[in-house]
């Protein structure tokens, strides 16, 4: 058994080809709101969009949200999800005041930091594997409209990254940076860094955008997405003159790919691969380097490729992916052993530097990867239900 | 704010419906089998801003419990804005057809005892001159097909009885709404292959608070099925007996 919420995942976490899975689309209630604190009880099945056009009117936000609204409250939970405030916040999993986790012997436990507290370190990040998860609590953080405040700077080289997030972090919520996978030698790592605060002055529009407004109504022809498309893309991107502040509303800033439903058939039939890594801060640099350069020779284009810094704040589960370090995020379009190839050369880089690899974007890590990635994986096993398992969790512990 | 009864509340179609409702303040009378899943129910439609929600567990197939029921709804929530009648089971066609005890239990689950309820109901809107009679009837009703005739007859017996409802009450201001859902992806079709026709009860929701507020008589949801089903009708019977369907 596994429970299926959004399927959302990019890789297997959420599959188990050949078992049975347990959908939780018919469990979005809520159960408890205290206005007043921000504290939501809902049903696991419950999404973040859900949730926020329930207490953003409110005057509440999500303590963590990743770039996707359409996730369930299950789903962050077991993914132990991040955003783009990870250096200030931490995980999703560190806002996580209860749940509610139903074992396939009938057992159900209520599991908060002091109650089975063991249970609550194995099943956040637990990829679904220890139970079903019938409900979350989580706690919200206000905010006093709809708007953030973002700021963006042009750096042209890793380097610069690195300098200007020292000089940025402190001051800004959130932050996050594109960076061109192309670009090769001196510009190797440039790109756009996005901070933003929530903004304190902004009285317009305070809707809720709860349905994509645009529709990718079939697959695109795979040729679209080659390096000539994307090196143009990326360069005009790089190049595009805008306004250094602006005042943008929620949605689009956390949420950009959230307005085409079926995002995805952009790459084609065959798909794409999601690879993210973090890799421990004073190896950063230095092997950053050394993927993107590997990246841009292989001219296997990542059209959307993504930096930033995790902070000090230790997730709280077992199997969490968030530690402290430089997280790389690329997508790539699926061509076959070509781009698997390149994939096993980029674990090599971040095996060689303990770093690790992000359950939930993964659908190729080899068994041993995931071992030397995740060594509390021996503590967790003892807390896996014996009827529940997925198509990543055979994949990764074959022999185990 | 407006005053809603949902008669089969938790069903997926229903509880659709009055979740997306709930922030605009309304009072519910909420009734079915369940009563844990009722407060449930409740307690989430309190949290998206619900006025007041009032649970009553009782089955619905019992027609001689409807007119206690129904002045109990009146006594607690007064004028009725709105009712849905959304309660139903998708029995199984095979035994129907080797059991007449099954038989007629279907056609008093989907018919008969949704008539005796839509009769009270229609007396207590025909008084208050006002308010939205809608029921959940289905495409099914529009054709009889071997593949579930029964649950058909049940449906197509109730929008004639809805059509006449609508004849006898238009003049007292009182909509009648007949909802003909096709396919939708809810606890009652569950074991069903779902295909591209598939709809989920959101949509099917939505759908029925539009009919409402434009004040329809008859509406498919989604919309494409009226042309389905008039291209199934529209098959002479000479074929299509011969059809299985």
């Known amino acids: 058994m596994l429970a299926y919420g959004q399927g959302r995942s990019y890789g297997d976490v959420c599959l188990n080809n050949g078992g049975v899975i347990l959908p939780t689309e018919n469990l979005q209630r809520f159960i408890q709101f205290d206005r007043d604190k921000g504290i939501l009880r809902a049903e696991a099945g419950v999404t973040l969009a859900q949730v926020l056009a329930l207490v953003m009117p409110q005057g509440w936000f999500l303590a963590v949200t990743p770039g996707t609204k359409f996730v369930s409250l299950g789903g962050a939970l077991a993914n132990d999800v991040h955003g783009k405030n990870h250096h200030r916040a931490g995980s999703f999993g560190c806002h996580v005041s209860a749940f509610e986790l139903h074992r396939s012997d009938g057992e159900r436990l209520v599991c908060t930091p002091k109650q089975n507290s063991d249970w609550f370190r194995a099943t956040i990040g637990g990829l679904g594997l220890t139970g079903f998860i019938s409900w979350v609590e989580i706690k919200l953080k206000p905010i006093s409209n709809f708007y953030i405040n973002q700021q963006i700077y042009r750096f042209a080289n890793l380097q610069e990254f690195l300098s200007l997030n020292d000089s940025l972090e402190a001051n800004w919520e959130y932050t996050v940076a594109w960076i061109d996978c192309l670009a090769r030698g001196k510009k190797l790592g440039r790109g756009l860094y996005m901070a933003g605060n929530h903004s304190d002055n902004s009285t317009a529009d305070r809707q809720t955008i709860d349905q994509p407004s645009l529709n990718m109504p079939v697959e695109a022809p795979g040729f679209v997405l080659n390096r000539f498309s994307v090196r143009a893309f990326n360069t005009l991107y790089y190049r595009k003159p805008r306004k250094n502040i602006s005042n943008v509303h929620y949605d689009g800033y956390f949420y950009p790919l959230d307005k085409i439903a079926h995002w995805n058939r952009m790459y084609g039939k065959r798909g794409f691969f999601q690879y993210q890594c973090v890799i421990p801060p004073d190896k950063a640099e230095q092997s950053l380097h050394q993927m993107l350069d590997t990246i841009a020779r292989s001219g296997q284009a990542s059209f959307l490729s993504v930096l930033k810094k995790f902070g000090e704040n230790p997730a709280p589960g077992l199997l969490s992916f968030p530690r402290p370090g430089i997280t790389l995020a690329l997508d790539m379009p699926n061509r076959g052993p070509k781009t698997l190839s390149l994939l096993d050369q980029l674990d090599k880089i971040t095996m060689h530097n303990s770093g690790a690899v992000y359950p939930a974007k993964d659908a190729r890590m080899s068994a041993q990867a995931f071992e030397i990635y995740y060594p509390e994986w021996q503590t967790f096993r003892q807390y896996i239900d014996p009827e529940f398992s997925s198509s990543f969790w055979r994949r990764v512990s074959p022999a185990k | ?245």
Not at chain 2, 119 to 143: P, Y
Not at chain 2, 154 to 165: D, N, P, S, V, W
Request: some cysteine; overall charge positive; glycine content about 6%.
């Open chain 2, 1 to 245: 704010m407006k005053n809603i009864l949902i008669l089969g509340a938790t069903s997926a179609i229903a509880e659709k419906f009055a979740q997306n409702l709930a922030r605009q303040n309304c009072r519910y009378y909420l009734v079915s089998r369940n009563q844990a899943r009722l407060d449930n129910i409740a307690d989430d439609l309190k949290i998206r801003g619900a006025g007041e929600v009032i649970c009553h567990a009782m089955d619905l197939t019992e027609t001689a419990k409807h007119e206690p029921l129904v002045q109990d709804a009146v006594n607690k929530i007064g004028k009725i804005d709105v009712v849905l009648i959304a309660y139903g089971s998708l029995g199984d066609q095979a035994a129907c057809e080797s059991s007449v005890e099954l038989t007629l239990r279907e056609l008093n689950t989907n018919c008969l005892s949704v008539i005796s309820l839509s009769t009270l109901l229609a007396n207590v809107m025909e008084k208050q001159a006002s308010g939205c009679l809608a029921v959940i009837s289905s495409v099914a009703g529009d054709r009889g097909r071997q593949s579930n005739y029964i649950y058909g007859t049940a449906k197509g017996a109730l929008t004639i009885f809805l059509q006449g409802l609508r004849n006898r009450l238009a003049k007292k201001g009182v909509q009648v709404l007949t909802i003909k859902p096709g396919f939708v992806d809810t606890p009652m079709t569950k074991d069903f292959n779902k295909g591209l026709l598939w709809v989920s009860p959101d949509n099917i929701a939505r759908g029925i608070e539009k009919a409402i507020q434009r004040r329809k008589d008859v509406v498919y949801l989604p919309f494409f099925w009226r042309y389905i089903m008039l291209i199934i009708k529209l098959i002479p019977e000479r074929l299509f007996k011969k059809l299985s369907l």
